[in-house]
């Protein structure tokens, strides 16, 4: 069984960092795309970023290059997703999903998501 | 990037009946086009992938189909647990986007 599962949400304020892990099992990891997925506080879904299997490509929605960074640890099955000069609008559940077969960007699998609250 | 824009926003169906959601994009996306079921407080759940491929587990009575620039989801005969919100997503272009999801709710 497919198991995502993230960690390290919290709150946060404005112009700080954090770094999201999640924790994969169930599934060959180096052999899928990852993807992180956030959802402001009663609104719709946004794509945030995602990687390839080896890590030797990453992309990014405009409203994150320069600020977020995904990346993994293959040997320890983990997705992470380091965010740095956080802003209120980046608050909401960040979820992390595993891509279909042949790397197509849409969610398979997910965990259960992280809260992230930017405030003062 | 591509703007996919679902109707209606709200859908009232009876339990049994047969609920037909809409999604089009701004400009073509093939079939690369997916459908997400989402419960309050769990994550999207995957139901349909391109187009009109159904996901590992999920039950016959969702279908999925079009192509290029529309789309249809289609559940055949609403049971209770149902009731609840429903996204498309193409990923024929970066970055994937989402619509603003249809809620069907009980009529």
């Known amino acids: 069984e497919v198991q995502l599962v993230e960690s390290g949400g919290g709150l946060v304020q404005p112009g700080g960092s954090l770094r999201l892990s999640c924790e994969a099992s169930?599934?060959?990891?180096?052999?899928?795309?990852m993807n992180w997925v956030r959802q402001a506080p009663g609104k719709g879904l946004e794509w945030v970023a995602n990687?390839?299997?080896?890590?030797?490509?990453?992309y990014y929605v405009d409203s994150v290059k320069g600020r977020f960074t995904i990346f993994r640890d293959n040997a320890k099955n983990t997705l992470y997703l380091q965010m740095n000069s956080l802003r209120v609008e980046d608050s909401g559940v960040f979820y992390c999903?595993?891509?279909?077969?042949?790397?197509?960007?849409?969610?398979?699998?997910w965990g259960q998501g992280t809260l992230v609250t930017v405030s003062s | 990037e591509r703007v996919m824009t679902q109707s209606p926003a709200t859908l009232s169906v009876s339990p049994g009946e047969r609920a037909t959601l809409s999604c089009r994009a701004s400009?073509?996306?093939?079939?690369?086009l997916a459908w997400y079921q989402q419960r309050p407080g769990q994550p999207p759940r995957l139901l349909i992938y391109?187009?009109?491929n159904r996901a590992a587990g999920i039950p016959a009575r969702f279908s999925g189909s079009g192509s290029g620039t529309e789309f249809t989801f289609t559940i055949s005969s609403l049971q209770s647990e149902d009731f609840t919100v429903y996204y498309c997503?193409?990923?024929?272009?970066?970055?994937?986007?989402f619509g603003q999801g249809t809620k069907v709710e009980i009529k």
């Open positions: 400009q073509a996306v093939n079939r690369n």
């Open positions: 169930g599934f060959r990891f180096t052999d899928f795309w």
């Open positions: 990687i390839k299997q080896d890590g030797g490509e990453k």
């Open positions: 997503q193409q990923y024929n272009n970066w970055p994937p986007t």
């Open positions: 999903a595993k891509s279909g077969d042949n790397g197509y960007d849409y969610g398979e699998n």
């Open positions: 391109g187009a009109s």
